[in-house]
């Protein structure tokens, strides 16, 4: 039993970390930040608030619903670009299957 549970925390231990890369939006172009986030699947994108400059916003945004939870569904999204003030992106959103329609989405 002890021989099993020190391989399984080698096992652990010796797993590749997989983090998230994180990336200032408004220092890209909207074609740019959709590449990282399609290259990459899952990217965090951050961008300073347009009526408080000193807040900085951000938000995960993903490839394909492949990369949200099981109760949530890739809808566009929009993040300020250093070419475009809405920059269209999928982020993962709830979405509520006691409503009886699975595509319905709420804000």
Not at 42 to 64: E, K, M, Q
Not at 65 to 84: H, I, N, Q
């Amino acid at each position: 039993m002890k021989a099993v549970l020190a391989a399984l925390s080698l096992v652990l231990v010796s797993a590749e970390a997989h983090a998230i890369s994180r990336y200032n939006s408004q220092s890209m172009s909207c074609a740019e930040a959709k590449a990282v986030v399609r290259e990459e699947g899952a990217a965090i994108l951050r961008w300073r608030s347009a009526r408080n400059p000193t807040l900085p916003l951000y938000g995960r945004f993903v490839r394909d619903d492949s990369y949200c939870s099981g109760l949530e569904r890739a809808r566009t999204s929009f993040v300020p670009t250093k070419d475009r003030s809405a920059c269209a992106v999928y982020e993962c959103k709830p979405y509520y299957p006691e409503d009886g329609n699975f595509l319905l989405f709420r804000n």
